[in-house]
């Protein structure tokens, strides 16, 4: 069978295996081997650990099983790196993985190359009926790694922002938001498919889609606009001057209760300017002056960029202040294609008022990457598109992200819709 047979060919393979290898590494370097060995919450994971468990996955979903005669570096590394999959053994809790001071970081990046040797080495001895058999899990394991990624970025943001210094993760100012106007865009709704055949795509034609992206179907949807652009920086301010976030009417009940615990008064990385200074005057933000900590680190808040770091709670409340509503998630995948649809994947994840099922008839893969997605199929809220921390060619219109309704250290944001108005019939 020549390569031109296979749904994947392995050097197409083998060369964007080495590729999202290496961007790891690059997203790693300006941070020391301090910063990559910390754990600012439980959510979050040390970047050391996301280098490290990316490497545990090739080894434990392929080396392990395909590879004869394959050696670990340690075995102990089993334990260590395992996030959840309860069908490969027991593993390290996550709230500790912040205190795996050992193996140390070099002794990590000599993990990743002993993994990275003998993913090449599988490649190329591989025969043919076994590259069939794996090639779809060495394609989910950079489709993964690029997950991690992202988060290893939303993580060491949140970890730095912990830090009184508030280091910048990159030196350059950010590029500039053009201060675009949001129009409503009409959707006419009707019968809809949503979603993808991943189970009978042929991969070298569709692309990789994850299990719980499928199986397409169709969704009826009434008329509905959304808004051409996210929810900015700007907005979100006017919200916070009105009192959004002490005016309990606005907010879901959990998430009013949230805001109570938590003392929340504006999005995450908000500081208000004085409170820097040690003042806390505990007052509820409206009227503040804001610094907004991110990648370029605290920088004054620009009214034109989309409002971020904000949790489902926080985006559920600004939409009925603001008079409309989330766009459920197969509104959001319809309106996708609409003319004029701007910052679809490249600023922030947006927030749907959907909650995370299994679409009709979901099926998850088989073996042990079944645990990838499906057993998180409950108390989480999808969000659609793609934000400035996600690695380039990893999102598409049909891919699904999802995170709990509070949280809020993901660069997520909002983008509105609202029922269509109805029209108004014209008398003949
Ligand atoms: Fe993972």
Redesign the pocket.
């Known amino acids: 069978m020549s390569d031109h047979d296979l749904p994947l060919p392995r050097r197409d393979l083998a060369r964007r295996f080495e590729a999202v290898r290496r961007h790891t590494l690059t997203l790693a370097e300006p941070l020391s081997a301090e910063d990559q060995a910390a754990q600012s919450m439980p959510d979050a994971s040390p970047a050391k650990w996301h280098q490290a468990?990316?490497s545990w996955?090739f080894e434990a979903l392929l080396l392990r099983p395909h590879l004869p005669g394959y050696r670990p570096l340690d075995e102990s590394f089993h334990f260590l790196f395992n996030?959840?999959y309860e069908g490969l053994g027991p593993r390290h809790p996550r709230p500790q993985r912040g205190l795996l001071t050992r193996p140390s970081l070099d002794e990590v990046r000599a993990y990743r190359r002993h993994v990275d040797t003998h993913i090449r080495q599988l490649i190329d001895s591989c025969t043919d009926a076994v590259w069939a058999a794996i090639a779809p899990t060495l394609e989910l394991g950079l489709h993964?790694e690029q997950?991690?990624q992202e988060l290893l970025l939303t993580d060491a943001l949140h970890l730095l922002s912990c830090h009184p210094w508030r280091p910048a993760l990159i030196d350059a100012p950010p590029a500039p938001i053009a201060a675009g106007t949001s129009e409503w865009l009409c959707h006419d709704g009707g019968l809809v498919e949503i979603g993808r055949d991943v189970h009978q795509r042929n991969a070298a034609e569709t692309g990789f889609a994850f299990d719980n992206e499928g199986p397409r179907h169709r969704v009826w949807l009434e008329p509905f606009e959304i808004a051409s652009r996210l929810v900015t920086c700007g907005d979100f301010q006017r919200f916070i001057d009105d009192g959004g976030y002490r005016e309990p009417r606005w907010w879901l009940s959990d998430g009013w209760a949230t805001v109570q615990q938590q003392g929340w008064k504006a999005p995450l990385y908000w500081v208000a300017d004085g409170d820097d200074a040690g003042r806390d005057d505990s007052a509820d933000g409206s009227g503040s002056r804001w610094s907004v900590f991110g990648l370029h680190g605290l920088r004054p808040m620009d009214p034109a960029a989309p409002v971020m770091q904000l949790s489902f709670y926080e985006a559920t409340a600004f939409a009925e202040w603001a008079g409309a509503r989330l766009p459920s998630e197969p509104e959001w995948e319809a309106a996708s294609a609409l003319p004029g649809m701007a910052q679809l994947a490249d600023q922030a994840w947006q927030w749907t008022r959907s909650a995370y099922h299994p679409y009709p008839g979901f099926r998850p893969l088989d073996g042990a990457a079944s645990e990838y997605n499906g057993k998180f199929m409950v108390g989480q809220l999808v969000l659609r598109g793609g934000s400035l921390a996600t690695p380039p060619g990893h999102t598409r219109p049909t891919y699904r992200n999802f995170f709990p309704p509070a949280a809020r250290w993901q660069f997520t944001g909002l983008r509105l819709a609202r029922d269509a108005r109805p029209r108004t019939e014209t008398p003949a």
């Open positions: 468990h990316t996955f996030s959840y993964h997950q991690h």
